[in-house]
């Protein structure tokens, strides 16, 4: 099994529709976030949390919400979807040793 | 000014030849440097990661770090098709924070 699972792998919606994506992990890791990637540009942090009662919004934090259910569980929620909201979103996992990110494999989100 | 720049490629080089790959961040306060490797559909891959400055080598790839400049690069010697991907320069602005500011990336190919 891969240490970091998100789920749906790809996704179609219609505006104005509530999605939540999924993200779990293996590694034992405190720290979780959520970026989305467009087309041609690097990735942008969306939210992240360091430990279950710990949430913090990054730079393009509106329209979504999170929700960290466990410390293996961390969910990214569009609460009504829009087209520009159209992108891969990565979920991605840390040890406070700085030595950088663990990847889940993506969720390609479509509205429409 | 984009808090963390990459060249904007795309760059093309033989197989075997050196493939150099330049980052550029805004915050002199910068601690944590790491590079990662994204093939195309998949998700970042962490390949290098540098704190000190100097030249860090793993294998093929050396990560230079100068923060006098607030540069940082990533040299693939003996290139190889199978280094075609696009790299990902981030940034770790705050010590211990965690999160990372990434570049827009860089895509290489190596042709044969």
């Known amino acids: 099994d891969a240490d970091v699972t998100q789920t749906p792998r790809n996704r179609i919606t219609k505006t104005g529709k509530r999605i939540m994506l999924e993200c779990s992990q293996t590694k034992g890791h405190d720290r979780m976030y959520w970026y989305r990637q467009d087309p041609g540009l690097g990735l942008r942090l969306i939210y992240y949390s360091f430990d279950v009662k710990d949430i913090n919004k990054g730079e393009i934090s509106d329209g979504y919400s999170v929700s960290r259910q466990a410390q293996a569980k961390f969910s990214l929620s569009l609460e009504s979807a829009i087209p520009n909201q159209t992108a891969l979103y990565f979920c991605?996992?840390?040890?406070?040793?700085?030595?950088?990110?663990?990847f889940g494999s993506g969720t390609r989100l479509t509205v429409v | 000014q984009k808090e963390v720049e990459q060249n904007s490629g795309p760059l093309s080089v033989p197989e075997g030849a050196i493939a150099s790959l330049n980052c550029t961040y805004s915050d002199r306060g910068s601690q944590s440097f790491f590079w990662y490797r994204q093939y195309s559909g998949k998700s970042p891959e962490l390949i290098m990661f540098?704190?000190?400055?100097g030249d860090k080598e793993d294998g093929r790839f050396t990560a230079q770090l100068n923060k006098a400049s607030q540069y940082v690069s990533l040299l693939i010697r003996d290139s190889q098709p199978s280094d075609s991907a696009t790299y990902l320069c981030?940034?770790?602005?705050?010590?211990?924070?965690?999160?990372?500011?990434f570049g827009d990336g860089t895509t290489l190919t190596v042709k044969p």
């Open positions: 991605a996992t840390s040890d406070p040793d700085r030595v950088g990110y663990t």
């Open positions: 540098i704190y000190s400055n």
């Open positions: 981030a940034v770790n602005i705050e010590a211990n924070a965690g999160k990372s500011t």
